[in-house]
Nanobody, 124 residues
Framework: QLQLVESGGGLVQPGGSLTLSCAASGFSLEGRAIGWFRQAPGKEREGIACLSGRDSHSVRGRFSISRDNAKNSMYLRMNSSEPEDTATYYC??????????????????????WGQGAQVTVSA
């Protein structure tokens, strides 16, 4: 079974940092485009960061993305958290292809696999 599972969500204080993890099972993340999206209540799902199979990346502001092929996992680091960062965060991956190796996009239609989501709440 192909699966992505997020962990590390929870409550973080404004100005604080948080790292989300996403473990893949049933397939390898190596060489694929991967990424993170989030969706706040009443808002559209938006892309935050992505990494191509060859590690070219696209990242918004205070976030960073990384992968560990040995652990078959990806990570999202959020710094200087703001209440507006409160949302459900999803990790994503694209099926292997030449495009998946060369590029990544902050476009939800680009990805084939989605995690179930992890809630992050930024509040004092």
């Amino acid at each position: 079974q192909l699966q992505l599972v997020e962990s590390g969500g929870g409550l973080v204080q404004p100005g604080g940092s948080l790292t989300l993890s996403c473990a893949a099972s049933g397939f390898s993340l190596e060489g694929r485009a991967i990424g993170w999206f989030r969706q706040a209540p009443g808002k559209e799902r938006e892309g935050i960061a992505c990494l191509s199979g060859r590690d070219s990346h696209s990242v918004r502001g205070r976030f960073s993305i990384s992968r560990d092929n040995a652990k078959n996992s990806m990570y999202l680091r959020m710094n200087s958290s703001e209440p507006e960062d409160t949302a459900t965060y999803y990790c994503v991956a694209r099926s292997p292809s030449t495009l998946s190796q060369r590029s990544c996009y902050l476009d939800k239609t680009f990805y084939d696999y989605w995690g179930q989501g992890a809630q992050v709440t930024v509040s004092a």
